[in-house]
């Protein structure tokens, strides 16, 4: 069955720290996977997206990599901040590019000063 | 200021009414989606929207229908066929095609009892 899996359980880190948070999928060929933020009770934001024939993709302290074979997107907040605390949402396009995306449950991610 | 309302931000009913979710974008974007979340759960598509007069179901749309008469307007209509409607409901937009990112809504949270 196709699904998309990210830690449930929340990521708690010292400010300053990399936060590296996890998207794994099966059974889906993305053309391309997408990375939001969400805060409580308020709709995700987008923050980054990668393509098939990216390995890496940076923004600001963001960075993002997507392995194929491995079926596997990693985010990197580096320098992190107590305003980074939100949840994180990795999406998957499944549509061949036409932007209709499945969602991850999200990881929430916890920066203590 | 460009960007996506949803209106009501809370919303209490009765089991057995319908209720209309409001959507209104305008970024000039051609594409629009309903999506509904649930605790602990990503968020699932329930229909989306490429052009003006076309909509396609997603997901989870039974129990659901939508309209798209307007570029701007994308309404959602929770019927009393949905057996669970109680959740956190987002609309979002973008360009289209292949133009990455989706922009969303503040979120409606309905609450049927």
């Known amino acids: 069955s196709q699904k998309i899996e990210q830690n449930s359980e929340a990521l708690n880190i010292q400010e300053g720290k990399t936060a590296t948070l996890t998207c794994n999928y099966t059974?889906?060929?993305?053309?391309?996977l997408q990375w939001y933020r969400q805060d409580p009770g308020r709709g995700p934001v987008f923050l980054l997206l990668?393509?098939?024939?990216?390995k890496e993709k940076r923004k600001e302290r963001l960075k993002v990599t997507f392995d194929t074979t491995l079926k596997q997107s990693l985010f990197h907040i580096t320098a992190s901040q107590p305003a980074d605390s939100a949840t994180y949402l990795c999406?998957?396009?499944?549509?061949?590019?036409?932007?209709?995306?499945?969602f991850g449950a999200g990881t929430r991610l916890a920066v203590h000063p | 200021d460009g960007g996506i309302t949803q209106s009501p931000k809370y919303l209490f009913r009765k089991e057995g009414q319908n209720v209309t979710l409001s959507c209104e974008q305008n970024?000039?974007?051609?594409?629009m989606y309903w999506y509904r979340q649930d605790p602990g759960q990503g968020l699932r598509l329930i229909y989306y929207?490429?052009?003006?007069?076309?909509?396609q179901k997603g997901d989870i749309a039974e129990g659901y229908s939508v309209s798209r008469e307007k570029k701007e307007s994308f309404p959602l209509t929770v019927t009393s066929a949905q057996k669970n409607p109680t959740a956190f409901y987002l609309c979002?937009?973008?360009?289209?095609?292949?133009?990455?990112?989706?922009?969303f809504g503040p979120g409606t949270r309905l609450t049927v009892t």
């Open positions: 979002a937009s973008s360009i289209g095609g292949d133009a990455p990112g989706q922009y």
């Open positions: 929207s490429q052009i003006v007069n076309d909509f």
């Open positions: 999406a998957l396009d499944v549509a061949g590019g036409y932007n209709k995306l499945i």
């Open positions: 970024l000039n974007h051609d594409a």
């Open positions: 990668i393509r098939e024939n990216e």
């Open positions: 059974n889906y060929s993305p053309a391309y």
